[in-house]
C-alpha cells in the first residue's frame, strides 16, 4: 500500500512541477517543490501507515520501523528519480 501510495504521490509531484513551471516560468521552483515533497516523506507519510496498538497484545516496534525506513528509502529514491526526471523531459514537454 505505501508504494502505491509513493507512486501516486510522484505523479503529483510532477504535475506540481508541470502547472508552477508553465505558470512562473521559474527554474528553482522545482529544486522547492523537491525540498518539500521529501520533508514530507520523512516526517509525514510514515504516521499514516504505523499500525494501532492493542493493550492486550505485544506491541513490538518492528512495524514501526519498517514502514519509517521504507518511506524514507523509496520516497527519497522516488522524489529524487522524479526529480531528475523532469528537468530531462522538461524541454521536451513545456513548448516555450
Not at 18 to 40: E, H, P, Q, T, V
Not at 48 to 72: M, R
Request: glycine fraction near 8%; proline fraction near 4%; hydrophobic fraction near 50%.
Amino acid at each position: 500500500m505505501i508504494l502505491l501510495f509513493i507512486i501516486g504521490f510522484s505523479l503529483i509531484q510532477f504535475l506540481l512541477n508541470y502547472f508552477s513551471y508553465k505558470k512562473f516560468r521559474n527554474d528553482s521552483i522545482s529544486a522547492f517543490i523537491l525540498i518539500g515533497i521529501l520533508i514530507i516523506y520523512y516526517f509525514v507519510f510514515p504516521a499514516y501507515f504505523i499500525p494501532e496498538t492493542t493493550e492486550d497484545g505485544i506491541n513490538c516496534g518492528l512495524p514501526i520501523l519498517g514502514i519509517t525506513l521504507g518511506s524514507w528509502i523509496f520516497g527519497t529514491f522516488a522524489g529524487i528519480t522524479t526529480h531528475i526526471v523532469w528537468l530531462y523531459w522538461k524541454p521536451k514537454l513545456v513548448r516555450t
